[in-house]
């Protein structure tokens, strides 16, 4: 009960910490999402035309546009790999406090994971009705559903940053190592592009990136693109309930030697 | 607060140690994670804490004391729950308020006031309590209109008044500081101690950590002197602290010269042994304050001249106190065997006050001016007098219009 209270308080006073001192104030947290969304649409619909092709590849999935498509991909991953990548080098940074206050540490990476996410979800839903708003066909109906499979992800965030910030205390390249890695990961989810396109044997591989149901999820959910079979979201919840076990299981077994390492 | 914490036995612990896994390399990490989270110990380990048996009980007042690296507030985090113990156990029943660091647990970045309620939160605090006790922290820290400036601009009298005015609107069932009050201004001080007292007063629990054995001896009741990681004395406040008071006096005088036996035996005149009331062992000689002292020794002459024999008595960190020999006093030092002389001096009544001291017995030629040899041994004196000085004259009070012997203190050292 303590540690739940301890956790909201501390989750406010990250995303607190975050613009505190800032020029833009929270602002800047939809407007990274919005330059990252002008940038990639600009590079892909302007200079690379890749609209006709997604749309030759995959009909169902881009059918209301680059934009919409991409929207439903970029902040979820956005919110996913800030949530991680921040998480990641958690403990080092709160050094401070992990020497000299009685806590649980699992709070930090709790609130350090909840900030961005909700950061991000506020942003998301703010872009949602604005495109509704603007007239494309986005079922807002649906955001409720659409919030179920964001907490899902919350869980496989919270997962990996209870992993990496344990590891992270012994392994500092982590943090480092981490960037590459999760910008691998982004290309070879379908977030800039529909897994449609890919040739046959690699569009079932993809199956096997535990990100790839989050985008598809929300574009079926709000796009009203071609819905994802149950087997599908049973094997996501699993994976995400799997991820968190690990990550709490090693980040208990750390715990108590974080402070020899920091 | 629950039952447990309302009697009895506040901290318990057992067989409590904490060690620190050596890191020189960054491979020693890699392996340090592996081992880890194959559920194994580390083994390469420097050891901070050793098998710490301690129990704290409800209204009980401890002080903590020990050098620098003795593993003091190392103890006090294994308890307050910061750091976890690598070996045994502590069970705290009760809520700690804990003063452990320098403004641990404040945000640089934020007011005064942010940071009130971000630590009572820590402390355990629901927002309504916060709310409901701000006035009262604010009053108590006493730091004008600093308390809506961010931290970072505090000066660090300022961090531990607002720390410690957080911590006692927290209402702790076991308060511990460890040696910030030493930070703050002298009305701050006073203003912190008096708290502390009426916390005492009203059942409270105290684990101080000073060096000062003003506050120590003021605040507490009992005392534990960690050394090097295990626990070296605990008990009555004052035995303990005399105790280690005398250890570092006795440490801060440059090790006693060992004897080079060798040597000492081609001088012409070299003192074979000494007893102190009857003990000859290098042990220091443990006496209450008043008790008899009797010092023998004897002393080997090359030539068969009968040497001078001094005696002087230093307190542990050099100071002398008192020096005769027995030239001085025309008293004789008499032939026990061929070239083998034996000196004894008795003091009926030794009115040294508490604390550590040396007996320097000296060989000198029959002049009495050449000095050939010393042996030095050490002396304790135990009790609870709380009189300043190395010694007690003898005094009395007079007061007025009462015969001047109707007080008479302390005792007249028969010459």
């Known amino acids: 009960m303590r540690a739940l209270s301890l956790a909201l308080n501390f989750t406010r006073r990250e995303i607190r910490n975050r613009y505190l001192g800032s020029f833009s104030g929270g602002l800047w947290a939809l407007l990274q999402p ?109 955001l409720p559903l659409a919030l179920l499979v964001y907490l899902q992800m919350a869980l496989l965030a919270l997962g990996l940053g209870f992993l990496f910030s344990a ?39 993809m199956g096997f990136n535990p990100f790839t149901y989050y985008p598809e999820q929300m574009r079926a959910l709000l796009l009203g693109s071609e819905s994802i079979a ?3 979201c049973l094997a996501a919840l699993i994976v995400a309930l799997a991820v968190l076990a690990l990550g709490i299981v090693v980040f208990r077994r750390l715990d108590s030697h974080f402070e020899d390492f920091l | 607060m629950s039952k447990s914490a309302k009697t009895g036995l506040l901290v318990q612990a057992h067989g409590l140690g904490k060690s620190y896994p050596k890191v020189f390399h960054r491979s020693d990490r890699l392996r340090a994670l592996l081992r880890l989270l194959a559920g194994r110990r580390e083994v390469d380990a420097t050891t901070v804490l050793h098998d710490i048996n ?29 750091l ?35 630590s009572a939160a820590l402390y355990g605090l629901s927002s309504d ?30 961090v531990v008044r607002l720390g410690f005015a957080v911590v006692a609107a927290t209402r702790p069932d076991l308060l511990i500081t460890d040696e910030v009050l030493a930070v703050g201004d002298e009305s701050f001080q006073k203003k912190c101690v008096r708290w502390i007292e009426e916390y005492l007063e009203s059942g409270g629990t105290l684990l101080l950590v000073s060096h000062s054995m003003y506050h120590i001896q003021k605040l507490c009741k009992h005392a534990i002197w960690l050394k090097g990681g295990v626990i070296s004395a605990q008990g009555d406040v004052f035995d303990v602290t005399q105790a280690y008071l005398s250890y570092h006096e006795r440490k801060n005088t440059t090790t006693a010269p060992q004897r080079a036996v060798v040597e000492a035996q081609g001088m012409e005149f070299h003192l074979l042994d000494v007893w102190l009331n009857d003990e000859s062992h290098e042990m220091p000689l443990l006496l209450e304050h008043g008790d008899e002292l009797r010092i023998r020794t004897r002393v080997h002459s090359r030539d068969g001249r009968v040497p001078v024999v001094m005696l002087g008595i230093v307190r542990a960190d050099s100071t002398p106190v008192y020096g005769v020999s027995s030239d001085m006093d025309g008293a004789e030092v008499t032939l026990q065997s061929p070239g083998v002389y034996m000196a004894e001096v008795h003091f009926p009544a030794l009115f040294l006050l508490p604390g550590g001291y040396t007996v320097r017995m000296h060989a000198l030629d ?50």
């Open chain 2, 54 to 82: 301690l129990e704290v009980w409800r209204g009980q007042s401890v002080g903590l004391i020990g050098e620098n690296g003795a593993g003091k507030s190392t103890l006090l985090k294994l308890i307050s729950g910061v």
């Open chain 1, 34 to 142: 919005l330059m990252q969304l002008a940038v990639y649409s600009f590079v892909f619909v302007y200079i690379f035309k890749a609209g006709p092709i997604f749309k030759a590849g995959a009909q169902n999935a881009v059918a209301t546009g680059f934009v919409p498509f991409l929207v439903m991909g970029l902040w979820p991953w956005i919110a996913f790999s800030e949530a991680i990548t921040r998480s990641t080098t958690v403990l080092p940074e709160n050094a401070g406090l992990i020497g000299k206050v009685a806590l649980p540490r699992e709070v930090l990476v709790i609130a350090s994971v909840g900030a961005s996410l909700t950061l991000h979800l506020l942003g998301f839903i703010a872009i949602c009705i604005a495109m509704a708003l603007w007239g494309t066909p986005i079922k807002l109906i649906m």
């Open chain 2, 366 to 415: 029959t002049e009495g001016v050449r000095l050939f040899d010393t042996i030095e041994r050490g002396l304790t004196i135990r009790g609870n007098s709380r009189e300043l000085g190395m010694v007690r004259l003898p005094h009395r009070w007079i007061a007025p219009g009462v015969l001047p012997n109707a007080a008479d203190h302390g005792a007249g050292t028969a010459p």
């Open chain 1, 230 to 232: 149950s087997g599908a």
């Open chain 1, 167 to 205: 590891l992270q205390v012994f392994v500092r390249d982590l943090g480092q190592v981490l960037t590459q890695l999760m910008m691998l990961w982004q290309f070879t989810s379908p977030i800039f592009y529909p897994r449609e396109i890919l040739p046959e044997p690699y569009r079932d591989w």
């Open chain 2, 84 to 118: 976890t113990p690598s070996a045994g156990n502590v069970k705290v029943h009760g809520r700690i308020g804990a003063l452990l660091e320098l403004g641990a647990g404040f945000h640089p970045e934020y007011s005064g006031r942010e940071n009130i309620a971000m």
């Open chain 2, 129 to 158: 309590e916060i709310r409901q006790r701000l006035p009262e922290i604010i009053d108590f820290a006493d730091i004008g209109h600093y308390i809506d400036e961010p931290v970072k601009h505090y000066s660090s009298g300022m």
